[in-house]
C-alpha cells in the first residue's frame, strides 16, 4: 500500500470517525489488492480444486 491510497480512503470517511474504521478500511484495501496481485501471477487454484480440497479436509 502507499500514501496515495491511505489518503484515498481517508478522504473516503467523514470528518468524524473511529479509528477503527479506518483501520479495518485500510485492511480490506490491502487484503483486495494483496488478491488482484495474486490472480495477475496465477497464484489462484481453479474452484472446483478448491471444494475438493475443502470436502475431503472436512469430510474426515
Do not use: C, H, Y
Not at 484515498?8 to 487484503?31: A, G, Y
Amino acid at each position: 500500500m502507499n500514501k496515495n491510497k491511505v489518503i484515498e480512503v481517508l478522504e473516503q470517511l467523514p470528518n468524524e470517525f473511529p479509528t477503527e474504521e479506518l483501520i479495518d478500511r485500510l485492511l480490506f484495501v490491502e487484503k483486495v489488492e494483496q488478491g488482484l496481485k495474486d490472480v495477475e501471477e496465477g497464484k489462484v487454484i481453479p474452484l472446483d480444486a478448491a471444494k475438493e480440497r475443502f470436502n475431503s479436509k472436512w469430510s474426515k
